[in-house]
């Protein structure tokens, strides 16, 4: 028998080589190889095509897609709208997430509704039969159609699978499995590639829909979903602040869907629910308006979410005044502000300045930048904006007030939620008033916009 090669795989980006070093050569992570021992190099094969035929060159128009009719329903609103409006068969989904923020839960929950319809497979290698069987009971689904196996080499699962034929599985988590073809320990990069490398030729050969659940962790120190990405249709990050009872699955690569799509769930002691108006979760609103903050509509997906700015400026005894921004990009603020300075005239050189996006949102996008200038002069004057302002727009070098994606889905999120007054850029503006209820204010220069803001304070 050939011995078995020896190889190094790097734990972050999963790239490998030849002997051990101690960067990898690839992403740059120090001390990040680890020991993989690789299979022998397969004899060369029948070609086989992507759904385990012999592939066969086709055109377009006579290949049918699967229409929209054949997605699964999870019966949760939330997971469908990630996934991009149900599950959709042959699919592979991996669900990654710290441990302890209900990805078991959420899955469970999922799979029960699906059972309903179709046959349904849940493998655990991380609980007993007993310990789901619990957890199904807490969450009042006892009596769901629902397949377990407690098992976790790849081979035997597959096996099953092959005989149970469901059209929905489960598994978790990926860490747990390993496959008798590697001799390095489950949880290894090795072990996790090939193994999912094995399951997902399984879901695409047969039409099953696969969910692989990953544990991240903080410092990324076990074989981490990121070696899976590209080997899945749809990587959905499962988050939520320990200590806050709110979930976020966001959708941040999806074949079949738009990326960056949020759902947001809260953990109750029954399980999961689904949270379908998160912009009165993330605002919740002052009893009388305090200086320093704004509402600011921003975008999740495809979905227009109401979050509150915040901005205390304080005077600096520092040489280097300090510039804390959570939630939102610090670099970003610092330039935000040097445009304050140049266009506006407003120098913050002596003062401190800190931002914050309340409810533990993270936003990414250039249309914070309005509603930060207005948060931090807020603060910086000691007057507070009117109650009723929601604002959006990107603040360029220039101090000009640049259009932002989907500006009509915005107001009317605004009009919804009792806004009566909106600063945005020109651009955006509608041609006709605005929508219901709300006074539009179209402008063009970052002065325009202030004058605008702060009149009616
Ligand atoms: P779990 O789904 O086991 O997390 P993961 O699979 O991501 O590790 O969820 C664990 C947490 O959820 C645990 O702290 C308890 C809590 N929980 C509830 O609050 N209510 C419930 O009904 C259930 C089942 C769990
Ligand atoms: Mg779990």
């Given at each position: 028998?050939?011995?078995?090669?020896?190889?190094?795989?790097?734990?972050?980006?999963?790239?490998?080589?030849?002997?051990?070093?101690?960067?990898?050569?690839?992403?740059?992570?120090?001390?990040?190889?680890?020991?993989?021992?690789?299979?022998?190099?397969?004899?060369?094969?029948?070609?086989?095509?992507?759904?385990?035929?012999?592939?066969?060159?086709?055109?377009?128009?006579?290949?049918?897609?699967?229409?929209?009719?054949?997605?699964?329903?999870t019966g949760l609103?939330?997971l469908?709208?990630?996934?991009?409006?149900?599950l959709?068969?042959?699919?592979?989904v991996?669900l990654?997430g710290?441990?302890?923020?209900g990805k078991s839960t959420l899955l469970l929950q999922a799979l029960a509704h699906l059972g309903?319809?179709?046959?349904v497979l849940y493998v655990t290698?991380e609980e007993?039969?007993?310990?789901v069987?619990?957890r199904a009971?807490?969450l009042?689904l006892?009596?769901?159609?629902l397949?377990?196996?407690?098992?976790?080499?790849?081979?035997?699962?597959?096996?099953?699978?092959?005989?149970?034929?469901?059209?929905v599985m489960a598994i978790d988590s990926?860490?747990?499995?390993?496959?008798?073809?590697?001799?390095?320990?489950?949880?290894?990069?090795?072990?996790?590639?090939?193994?999912?490398?094995?399951?997902?030729?399984?879901?695409?050969?047969?039409?099953?829909?696969l969910f692989l659940v990953?544990?991240?962790?903080?410092?990324?120190?076990?074989?981490?979903?990121?070696?899976?990405?590209?080997?899945?249709?749809?990587?959905l990050?499962f988050?939520?602040?320990?200590?806050?009872?709110?979930?976020?699955v966001?959708?941040?690569?999806?074949?079949?869907?738009?990326?960056?799509?949020?759902?947001?769930?809260?953990?109750?002691?029954?399980g999961l629910?689904?949270?379908?108006?998160?912009?009165?979760?993330?605002?919740?609103?002052?009893?009388?308006?305090?200086?320093?903050?704004?509402?600011?509509?921003?975008?999740?997906?495809?979905?227009?979410?109401?979050?509150?700015?915040?901005?205390?400026?304080?005077?600096?005894?520092?040489?280097?005044?300090?510039?804390?921004?959570?939630?939102?990009?610090?670099?970003?603020?610092?330039?935000?502000?040097?445009?304050?300075?140049?266009?506006?005239?407003?120098?913050?050189?002596?003062?401190?300045?800190?931002?914050?996006?309340?409810?533990?949102?993270?936003?990414?996008?250039?249309?914070?930048?309005?509603?930060?200038?207005?948060?931090?002069?807020?603060?910086?004057?000691?007057?507070?904006?009117?109650?009723?302002?929601?604002?959006?727009?990107?603040?360029?070098?220039?101090?000009?007030?640049?259009?932002?994606?989907?500006?009509?889905?915005?107001?009317?999120?605004?009009?919804?939620?009792?806004?009566?007054?909106?600063?945005?850029?020109?651009?955006?503006?509608?041609?006709?008033?605005?929508?219901?209820?709300?006074?539009?204010?179209?402008?063009?220069?970052?002065?325009?916009?202030?004058?605008?803001?702060?009149?009616?304070?």
């Open positions: 028998m050939a011995r078995p090669r020896v190889a190094y795989a790097c734990t972050e980006c999963g790239a490998r080589q030849g002997r051990w070093v101690g960067r990898c050569p690839d992403c740059g992570a120090w001390n990040s190889l680890e020991e993989v021992v690789e299979a022998p190099a397969p004899r060369a094969r029948r070609t086989v095509g992507y759904a385990g035929e012999a592939a066969q060159v086709r055109s377009l128009a006579e290949v049918r897609p699967e229409g929209d009719t054949a997605r699964l329903a609103g939330e469908d709208r990630v996934l991009g409006g149900g959709v068969p042959g699919s592979v991996l990654g710290d441990p302890g923020v309903r319809e179709a046959p290698g007993s039969l007993r310990q069987a619990l009971q807490r009042g006892g009596e769901a159609p397949r377990l196996l407690a098992e976790t080499q790849v081979e035997a699962v597959l096996e099953h699978a092959t005989r149970e034929a469901p059209r990926i860490q747990t499995l390993h496959t008798e073809a590697l001799a390095s320990a489950p949880g290894s990069v090795g072990q996790v590639r090939e193994s999912a490398a094995r399951l997902v030729r399984h879901a695409k050969a047969t039409g099953t829909a990953g544990h991240v962790t903080k410092e990324g120190s076990l074989a981490g979903p990121r070696v899976l990405e590209h080997m899945v249709d749809t990587v990050y988050e939520g602040d320990t200590g806050s009872r709110f979930r976020v966001r959708a941040v690569k999806n074949r079949f869907g738009a990326v960056n799509e949020l759902g947001v769930f809260a953990m109750t002691d029954a629910r689904e949270v379908s108006n998160p912009s009165a979760l993330f605002l919740q609103r002052h009893e009388r308006q305090v200086p320093g903050s704004v509402v600011l509509v921003t975008r999740e997906g495809t979905r227009p979410l109401l979050v509150e700015v915040q901005a205390l400026v304080a005077p600096s005894h520092l040489g280097n005044p300090r510039r804390v921004a959570v939630g939102l990009e610090v670099q970003r603020l610092g330039m935000l502000l040097a445009v304050l300075q140049r266009h506006a005239g407003v120098s913050l050189h002596d003062q401190d300045v800190f931002l914050n996006v309340v409810g533990g949102v993270r936003v990414e996008e250039t249309a914070a930048d309005l509603a930060v200038l207005l948060a931090v002069l807020s603060s910086l004057r000691d007057r507070p904006l009117p109650r009723e302002l929601a604002v959006f727009g990107e603040v360029g070098l220039a101090g000009e007030i640049r259009p932002v994606p989907g500006g009509p889905e915005r107001l009317r999120e605004a009009a919804k939620h009792g806004f009566r007054q909106a600063v945005v850029p020109r651009a955006n503006a509608p041609r006709s008033g605005g929508a219901a209820g709300l006074a539009v204010r179209p402008v063009r220069r970052l002065e325009e916009a202030l004058a605008a803001a702060f009149e009616e304070a």
